[in-house]
């Protein structure tokens, strides 16, 4: 018999990305790729980041955020601006026009979540979100190394 939370992590994959391809179905008329409207929700979120920073949080090479933060800022939703503190870095941070955008994207996305939650008590609503920042909490902290028990049993 499976133990339930074998299927943790896809269940938990497989949920992020359809709350991804949902909310890109919204947002179809920005004109925004899925890549895109994510640097730009970092943006928003955080304000001044770096571009290292941003290929961290998206999980993509810096060559390739470079690239995107090109064809966002001829798009204007974000520009350029040079660190204070270390003119060699360049910070990317949201336009007027993303600021502007930004009520409709938060609207968009609160309405991803309540189709998400749809049937769902207010208390089991709290308990989903608890539970899922708990887990982010245990897998934010330094991970341990493999224990070589784990290691073993994933080779074979």
């Known amino acids: ?7 943790l ?3 938990l994959h497989d949920n992020a990305r359809l709350m991804r391809r949902r909310f890109e179905a919204r947002a179809t008329g920005l004109g925004l790729s899925s890549s895109q409207w994510r640097l730009l929700a970092i943006t928003l979120r955080e304000g ?3 571009q290292a ?3 961290e949080r998206l999980e993509i090479e810096p060559i390739s955020v470079s690239r995107l933060v090109d064809r966002m800022e001829q798009a204007g939703w974000v520009g350029r601006e ?3 503190a270390d003119r060699r870095i360049r910070l ?11 009520a409709g994207i938060r ?3 609160k309405g991803v979540i309540a189709e998400a939650l749809q049937g769902f008590a207010d208390s089991e609503r709290e308990e989903v979100i608890g539970l899922l920042e708990r887990i982010s909490a245990n897998l934010s902290d330094a991970a341990p ?3 070589a028990d784990d290691v073993q049993e994933a080779r074979a």
């Open 9 to 11: 992590g896809l269940l």
């Open 92 to 102: 990317v941070v949201p336009t007027d026009r993303a600021l502007k955008a930004h």
């Open 82 to 84: 040079a660190d204070p």
């Open 145 to 147: 190394a493999p224990a």
């Open 107 to 109: 609207s968009m996305i």
């Open 1 to 7: 018999m499976n133990n339930p939370c074998d299927n």
């Open 53 to 55: 920073r941003l290929a």
């Open 48 to 50: 001044r980041v770096t």
